[in-house]
């Protein structure tokens, strides 16, 4: 018999992670569909954060497993691991004085070895990734110069130059006005790969996500489409507010709107 996570792409099977005598993710399975954007929503303390470093194997699992294209991710190898899978933090800081440019070549570190030049495929990479993120004309920008909006977008180019298949995103639009959170989420959106991207905003992931898996004290509580799993009935039991859920007039995704009390 198949194991059920013996297919290609990102998989997490039934992991759980323990710290200092605490479970914090309890049994979680993932199957990203390929090319699809899965939102991981659930409250502060879900275990939203872990079970994202546990997909990019930072953190390795208490049991169950994460695979990669069917093999145990940590048997994959680290290199293998990094040109597949891109990771976007919340918030990315650096003290050495750099350009835009030289931040999205940092994501080609995994295709060359140590002390090379680069090569036309790392420049074509770099290129494209500037493309696609609307920052060429930004390239020779200092880095420590750019919004808030603009430093995250730089973080999605420097992962997009890695060519990877999957992306892993951790609350990207912390601190960021509704026009970027609109322009990033949309821009991750219409990449042609598969994405798994923590948020709070329900609405926000109502409009984006293909999937959505809440998790609620580490567990998996829900998942399904938006539509399927964004309810009254959830929001009051995870989250612990009232809130009405309806159908949104001229977009095929429900709008959320918080009731006081």
């Given at each position: 018999?198949?194991?059920?996570?013996?297919?290609?792409?990102?998989?997490a099977d039934?992991?759980?992670?323990?710290?200092?005598?605490r479970?914090?993710?309890?049994?979680?399975?993932?199957?990203?569909?390929?090319?699809?954007?899965?939102?991981?929503?659930?409250?502060?303390?879900?275990?939203?954060?872990?079970?994202?470093?546990?997909?990019?194997?930072?953190?390795?699992p208490?049991?169950?497993?994460?695979?990669?294209?069917?093999?145990?991710?940590?048997?994959?190898?680290?290199?293998r691991?990094?040109?597949?899978?891109?990771?976007?933090?919340?918030?990315?800081?650096t003290?050495?004085?750099?350009?835009?440019?030289?931040?999205?070549?940092?994501?080609?570190?995994?295709?060359?070895?140590?002390?090379?030049?680069?090569?036309?495929?790392?420049e074509e990479?770099?290129?494209?990734?500037?493309?696609r993120?609307?920052?060429?004309?930004?390239a020779?920008q200092s880095?420590?110069?750019?919004?808030?909006?603009?430093?995250?977008?730089?973080?999605?180019?420097?992962?997009?130059?890695?060519?990877?298949?999957?992306?892993?995103?951790d609350?990207?639009?912390?601190?960021?006005?509704?026009?970027?959170?609109?322009?990033?989420?949309?821009?991750?959106?219409?990449?042609?790969?598969?994405?798994?991207?923590?948020?709070?905003?329900?609405?926000?992931?109502?409009?984006?996500?293909?999937?959505v898996?809440?998790?609620?004290?580490?567990?998996?509580?829900?998942?399904?489409?938006?539509?399927?799993?964004?309810?009254?009935?959830?929001?009051?039991?995870?989250y612990?507010?009232?809130?009405?859920v309806?159908?949104?007039?001229?977009?095929?995704?429900?709008?959320?709107?918080?009731?006081?009390?």
């Amino acid at each position: 018999m198949t194991p059920p996570y013996a297919a290609p792409g990102l998989r997490a099977d039934r992991v759980s992670r323990t710290a200092a005598g605490r479970l914090i993710v309890d049994g979680v399975s993932l199957a990203p569909p390929p090319g699809a954007m899965v939102g991981l929503l659930g409250p502060n303390g879900s275990g939203k954060s872990t079970l994202l470093r546990i997909l990019a194997g930072v953190l390795a699992p208490t049991s169950g497993v994460v695979t990669l294209d069917g093999d145990p991710l940590r048997d994959a190898g680290r290199r293998r691991v990094a040109r597949r899978v891109a990771v976007v933090d919340q918030d990315a800081t650096t003290q050495v004085e750099l350009t835009v440019e030289e931040v999205v070549r940092l994501g080609r570190i995994p295709h060359r070895r140590a002390w090379s030049p680069p090569t036309t495929e790392d420049e074509e990479a770099v290129g494209e990734a500037l493309t696609r993120t609307g920052l060429t004309d930004r390239a020779a920008q200092s880095w420590h110069t750019l919004s808030g909006g603009e430093r995250q977008r730089v973080q999605i180019a420097r992962a997009l130059a890695q060519t990877p298949r999957e992306l892993l995103l951790d609350e990207p639009t912390n601190h960021l006005d509704i026009q970027h959170q609109l322009d990033l989420l949309a821009l991750v959106a219409d990449l042609p790969l598969t994405s798994v991207i923590a948020l709070h905003d329900l609405n926000l992931a109502a409009m984006f996500c293909d999937h959505v898996l809440v998790l609620s004290e580490g567990t998996a509580y829900a998942s399904g489409t938006p539509t399927e799993v964004i309810t009254e009935e959830l929001i009051a039991k995870v989250y612990g507010v009232r809130a009405l859920v309806t159908q949104h007039p001229t977009e095929p995704h429900p709008s959320i709107r918080f009731l006081r009390g």
